[in-house]
């Protein structure tokens, strides 16, 4: 069965970096997209980046373009989302996502993370 385990959220200042890892298990296939989203308590969940695993494609939210990166390491079955230039906000958890196209939508996704906590004091 695939999982996806993510790791590296906690406490960052304003202005601050974090770098999140996703490592996937159970993959079937090669061919597959890591999106990451991310959801503030009381907000839809929202599409940050993605990237596919033969690391051709990536998509950024307007959002985060330019301070996020997303990179894969295909060898580990692991993806990363560098984090650069946080802003304060509500706390958000941020959740990987394994699906067959790279989209910012989460319906398009069909195994999820548990999430990690990316709260960014001020």
């Known amino acids: 069965e695939v999982q996806l385990v993510e790791s590296g959220g906690g406490l960052v200042q304003a202005g601050g970096s974090l770098r999140l890892s996703c490592a996937a298990s159970g993959l079937r296939f090669d061919d597959y997209y890591i999106g990451w989203f991310r959801q503030a308590p009381g907000k839809e969940r929202e599409g940050v980046s993605c990237?596919?695993?033969?690391?051709?494609?990536?998509y950024y939210a307007d959002s985060v373009k330019g301070r996020f990166t997303v990179s894969n390491d295909s060898a580990k079955n692991t993806v990363y989302l560098q984090m650069n230039s946080l802003t304060p906000a509500a706390p958000a958890v941020y959740y990987c996502?394994?699906?067959?196209?790279?989209?910012?939508?989460?319906?398009?996704?069909?195994?999820w993370g548990q999430g990690t906590p990316v709260p960014v004091s001020s």
């Open positions: 990237i596919s695993s033969r690391d051709t494609t990536k």
């Open positions: 996502a394994l699906g067959l196209s790279c989209n910012l939508i989460a319906f398009g996704y069909y195994y």
